[in-house]
């Protein structure tokens, strides 16, 4: 199976309304995750990321969630706009390994 | 600069031609990444120099080379490129020690006719 699952691979939302993408992972001494953004034609930029030592963190209109017990994390976009229309990318790494290994991505249209 | 560069952009090979990537970083990274990028598909992680240490998967240990000749550089090469091989290959680099983060290059475009 995927190191990484990630649901979904699309997702459209109307603007200014929440968008939620969650990720699963394999491995439990994973304990970074962080969250990219890429846009056509561009880099996957990081976004926010999330230590294993949090449960929870913001940036802004950026949530990332973390459950360890379970090996899940997820991210929250609050108030989407259609400027975040992009492909994002979840992935899990283990720093000592740093083994980094990335979900499928999910196709986020915010619909005016 | 935190700008991870790739040359060239799009690579067009013939079957059973070597291919050979570059991708170059200016900050003083000490780990550089290589991943695969198909359609649909996860990046998938090909390989990675911790400084001088090279560290492949092991999935794809025979199918992919690299060198780093120094901290700036690395290259992927493939001996003698299949159809599988085409896709969009990823670089990237990271600072052991750090939060973890890489900064991605913007890829090369890899088809094989």
């Known amino acids: 199976g995927e190191q990484v699952e990630q649901l979904p691979s699309i997702l459209r939302v109307q603007e200014r309304s929440s968008a939620s993408i969650n990720c699963t992972y394999e491995?439990?001494?994973?304990?970074?995750f962080p969250w990219y953004k890429q846009e056509p034609g561009e880099n996957p930029k990081l976004i926010i990321d999330i230590r294993s030592n949090m449960e929870r963190k913001q940036i802004q209109g950026l949530i990332v969630l973390l459950d360890k017990k379970a090996k899940r994390f997820s991210l929250h976009i609050t108030d989407t706009q259609p400027a975040d229309s992009a492909m994002y990318f979840c992935?899990?790494?283990?720093?000592?390994?740093?083994?980094?290994?990335f979900g499928k991505g999910t196709s986020l249209t915010v619909i005016p | 600069d935190t700008t991870v560069k790739q040359n060239p952009r799009y690579k067009l090979a013939r079957v059973g031609k070597p291919v050979n990537l570059i991708c170059s970083q200016t900050m003083n990274h000490d780990t550089m990444y290589w991943y695969q990028k198909k359609p649909n598909q996860a990046p998938k992680l090909l390989l990675f120099y911790y400084d001088k240490i090279l560290n492949r998967e092991a999935d794809t240990f025979e199918k992919f080379q690299s060198s780093r000749p120094n901290n700036s550089f690395c290259s992927l090469y493939i001996g003698s490129a299949g159809l599988e091989y085409s896709a969009m290959y990823l670089c990237a680099s990271s600072r052991l020690g750090g939060r973890g983060e890489q900064y991605f290059g913007p890829g090369t475009r890899l088809t094989v006719l």
């Open positions: 992935a899990a790494m283990n720093t000592g390994y740093q083994n980094f290994y």
């Open positions: 491995n439990s001494a994973s304990n970074y």
